[in-house]
């Protein structure tokens, strides 16, 4: 079974800072994406960045990167010069590629942003 | 394009009572997929329909239904409904290797 760890319930940053929340991930599948997705309080769930387990080097899109050790099968989300917008719910999902659209997702991790 | 959207965005139901939510794909998206998502649970995936026909299914009891119409769009039926239903229900529209979530309808059961 496919399994997504997020292990920082809650992740404070200051305004104009970089933060990295943490994701791990377990399957035995060589196919698979992995996503971060953001939930602010009106709970639309965004899309942010997405990885493709084949590609080597790490997506980003804008202020936000990841850092995929697909070895280690962890998958960290750094976002840097932090504005007071990026408070939200951070989600790390995985997708396995011949299994459909069967996301599985992490608990989420808070993130807070301070002035 | 317009987004994925989902009707209706608010619902309050009693137990026992059934209740049917809607869910309009991206234009040309063939997969929808449901998920609910509590406090308690966090995000389950319920299942996921593509081209009319249900290609994966979650661990939800068979109250749980859904279906899909040759327009993509897509519905999901609660029947006998119980206090721990009431969640956030959210689907989304998947191109291969993404998908887009719509604003979710909420569920509340008295």
């Known amino acids: 079974a496919q399994t997504v760890t997020q292990s920082q319930p809650e992740m404070s940053v200051q305004e104009a800072e970089t933060v990295t929340l943490s994701c791990t991930y377990d399957?035995?599948?060589?196919?698979?994406?992995l996503f971060w997705y953001k939930q602010p309080p009106s709970r639309q769930m965004i899309l942010v960045i997405r990885q493709e387990a084949y590609k080597q080097q790490n997506a980003t899109e804008n202020r936000f990167s990841v850092n995929f050790q697909k070895a280690a099968k962890s998958f960290s989300l750094k976002i840097s010069d932090s504005q007071l917008g990026d408070a939200a719910m951070y989600f790390c999902a995985l997708l396995i590629y011949n299994q459909g659209g069967k996301l599985i997702f992490g608990q989420g991790t808070e993130l807070s942003v301070k002035p | 394009k317009a987004g994925v959207t989902q009707t209706p965005r608010y619902l309050i139901k009693t137990r026992g009572q059934q209740v049917t939510l809607s869910c309009s794909p991206i234009s040309g998206h063939r997969s929808v997929s449901w998920y609910q998502q509590t406090p308690g649970q966090g995000l389950q995936f319920l299942f996921e329909y593509f081209s009319e026909t249900q290609r994966n299914k979650g661990n939800f009891p068979g109250r749980f239904s859904g279906r899909q119409f040759s327009n993509s769009r897509s519905e999901m039926n609660v029947s006998t409904l119980e206090l721990g239903d009431s969640a956030l229900y959210l689907c989304a529209s998947s191109s291969p290797g993404t998908q887009y979530f719509g604003p979710g309808t909420r569920l509340t059961v008295l």
């Open positions: 399957t035995s599948e060589s196919d698979y994406y």
